[in-house]
């Protein structure tokens, strides 16, 4: 069992990075505010992948300890977690040299749900069963 969620929380991780990725370059050409100081490729992809695979240790306990209810409460908890998880971006304080820092929430509140909807995207892939 712990196999299939790594692999899952691996897989996750890896879409979650290249959606983030793909939306920040978007972002970029969309508003030409150039965050690449704070929010570049190396910071999107290690987020993505701690989030995820952090996410797969807790789904694994919560699965393991609470053999009924571990994956209701594991959904619940990671999308509890990602919507607090909002205030990050909005309360950062960016360095002076960065242009337009209004905009840095319209870029980063997103992707803080990229890891979450990555995890539910990718879930029915690694179901034992087909509910």
């Avoid at 995820?52 to 908890?77: D, H, P, R, S």
């Amino acid at each position: 069992m712990f196999k299939r969620a790594f692999f899952h929380g691996l897989a996750a991780s890896v879409l979650a990075a290249i959606v983030g990725i793909i939306y920040n370059r978007i972002y970029f050409f969309a508003t030409e505010a150039d965050f690449s100081k704070v929010l570049n490729i190396g910071s999107i992809t290690g987020i993505s992948v701690m989030v995820c695979m952090l996410a797969t240790f807790i789904y694994f306990g919560l699965a393991t300890w609470l053999k009924k209810t571990g994956e209701i409460v594991f959904n619940l908890l990671f999308s509890i977690i990602s919507f607090a998880c909002v205030m990050i971006p909005i309360s950062i304080s960016l360095p002076l040299s960065i242009k337009t820092p209004e905009l840095f929430p319209g870029l980063a509140v997103p992707m803080v749900f990229f890891p979450a909807l990555a995890w539910y995207t990718l879930k029915p892939l690694f179901t034992g069963s087909n509910r």
